[in-house]
């Protein structure tokens, strides 16, 4: 058994005191010279941007939308011609041989690339060469889809195949004769 004297137990006591404050006392100089120094609150770097320039988006029109030659039985009707070259006749009319089938474009630009097709969105008008009568064409189709499909520039070029829908009258609305108009297409990048 060990006797420690209440005189030297005081003691003791007051130098552990002294020097866990001791201890406390060198943390906290410690920590107020760290966080008294400079430390930065933010830094500069110097970072990159990089930008490419691509080809620009082309079309060429290939094959004209050509309805054909179609001769009118009494009231009239319409003629579909599809994206991949169908062409069938609704009510008096009659379809003849002859040449006929979808617009056609070549679509050019930086490969790989995906783009948009945007259709006419109103109807088309032909008119009559000598008597200035119309027909309407609507209904427009292409393949690939229009829109916002995944239509890519395989190598650098796409073909893109247009249909539509001819609205013919009587033959006193549409007397015999060629007719032409123009319509217009949108091909972006997308």
Not at 19 to 41: D, E, N, Q, V, Y
Not at 169 to 185: A, C, K, M, R, V
Request: glycine content about 10%.
């Amino acid at each position: 058994m060990i006797f420690i004297c209440p005189f030297f137990m005081n003691r003791f006591s007051k130098l552990n005191l002294f020097i866990h404050m001791r201890h406390l006392f060198i943390a906290f100089i410690t920590s107020m010279l760290i966080f008294s120094g400079k430390i930065p609150a933010q830094i500069t770097i110097v970072a990159q941007a990089t930008a490419e320039i691509i080809d620009a988006l082309s079309a060429n029109e290939t094959n004209q939308l050509h309805f054909g030659r179609f001769a009118i039985e009494s009231n009239g009707g319409q003629i579909i011609i599809t994206p991949e070259g169908n062409r069938t006749a609704q009510g008096a009319i009659t379809l003849v041989s002859g040449p006929n089938g979808p617009g056609q474009f070549e679509v050019t630009g930086y490969p790989e690339a995906s783009f948009i097709i945007q259709l006419p969105d109103a109807p088309t008008i032909l008119f009559h060469q000598g008597s200035g009568k119309t027909m309407q064409v609507d209904n427009w189709v292409s393949e690939p889809p229009a829109g916002n499909g995944p239509n890519t520039l395989a190598n650098g070029s796409s073909l893109v195949s247009i249909g539509a829908t001819l609205t013919v009258g009587s033959l006193d609305e549409n007397p015999i004769g060629i007719y032409q108009g123009t319509f217009q297409l949108t091909f972006a990048y997308n």
